[in-house]
T-cell receptor, first 114, second 116 residues
Framework: DTGVSQDPRHKITKRGQNVTFRCDPI?????LYWYRQTLGQGPEFLTY????????KSRLLSDRFSAERPKGSFSTLEIQRTEQGDSAMYLC????????????FGSGTQLSVL | AQSVAQPEDQVNVAEGNPLTVKCTYS??????LFWYVQYPNRGLQFLLK??????LVKGSYGFEAEFNKSQTSFHLKKPSALVSDSALYFC??????????????FGKGTRLHILP
C-alpha cells in the first residue's frame, strides 16, 4: 500500500493558463474523488469516478474544469483559463466502494493563480 | 440532495475536560457517517465511521461518536481532551440509498482548540 499520490505538490500559474494535476490512487481502489479545499474550510466535492466512469460532476463547477480516469487507474484534473478564484488545494482521495467505504487522501496539489 | 452541517466554527476545551464537536446531516435514505481529522500541514485522516449497528461508535485516538437518527446528528466526543487533539475536524456523509447521493460530502469543519 503506497498510498494516494498527487503530482505536482505545488503549482504556480498565471491567470488564463491551463493546468493539469495527476492523481494515482491506491491500486485496488475502484473509486476516486476530487475535492477542492481553501484555507480553514471543508473539502468541496468536485467530481468522482467508479473505475473509468465519471459518476457526477459538481453543478457548482464551471466548464473550465474537466477530469478523466481513462483506464480506471490514475486520474487527471484539468483547469482551463485559470482564474484567481481557482487558487486552492486540490485533493484526491480513493476508496473501495463497499459498505465500509473509507477515503484515503493524497497530500494535495496547492494551486496559486497569479 | 444530502447535506452536512457543523454549526460551530471553533470549539475551545480545557485539557482533561470532555469534548463534543457537533454535526447534523440530511439524506433521503439511511446515512453512512464519518469523521475525519486534519492536523496542521497534514492530509485528512479517517477517524471513525457509522454504517449500521450500535449508535455509539469508537474510533482512533480515543474518539467516539454517537448516531442519533431522530435528531439527525452524529456528534464527535472524547471523555478527556489532550492538547494534541487540537486540529480541524470534518464530518462527512454518504447516502446509503445510492444514486445521485452516493458520493461522500464534507462539512465546513470545526477547529478544536485544547487549552493547556
Amino acid at each position: 500500500d503506497t498510498g494516494v499520490s498527487q503530482d505536482p505538490r505545488h503549482k504556480i500559474t498565471k491567470r488564463g493558463q491551463n493546468v493539469t494535476f495527476r492523481c494515482d490512487p491506491i491500486s485496488e481502489h475502484n473509486r476516486l474523488y476530487w475535492y477542492r479545499q481553501t484555507l480553514g474550510q471543508g473539502p468541496e466535492f468536485l467530481t468522482y469516478f467508479q473505475n473509468e466512469a465519471q459518476l457526477e460532476k459538481s453543478r457548482l463547477l464551471s466548464d473550465r474544469f474537466s477530469a478523466e480516469r481513462p483506464k480506471g487507474s490514475f486520474s487527471t484534473l484539468e483547469i482551463q483559463r485559470t482564474e484567481q478564484g481557482d487558487s486552492a488545494m486540490y485533493l484526491c482521495a480513493s476508496s473501495i466502494r463497499d459498505r465500509e467505504e473509507k477515503l484515503f487522501f493524497g497530500s494535495g496539489t496547492q494551486l496559486s493563480v497569479l | 440532495a444530502q447535506s452536512v452541517a457543523q454549526p460551530e466554527d471553533q470549539v475551545n476545551v480545557a485539557e482533561g475536560n470532555p469534548l463534543t464537536v457537533k454535526c447534523t446531516y440530511s439524506v433521503s435514505g439511511n446515512p453512512y457517517l464519518f469523521w475525519y481529522v486534519q492536523y496542521p500541514n497534514r492530509g485528512l485522516q479517517f477517524l471513525l465511521k457509522y454504517i449500521t449497528g450500535d449508535n455509539l461508535v469508537k474510533g482512533s485516538y480515543g474518539f467516539e461518536a454517537e448516531f442519533n437518527k431522530s435528531q439527525t446528528s452524529f456528534h464527535l466526543k472524547k471523555p478527556s481532551a489532550l492538547v494534541s487533539d487540537s486540529a480541524l475536524y470534518f464530518c462527512a456523509v454518504r447516502d446509503m440509498r445510492g444514486g445521485r447521493d452516493d458520493k461522500i460530502i464534507f462539512g465546513k469543519g470545526t477547529r478544536l482548540h485544547i487549552l493547556p
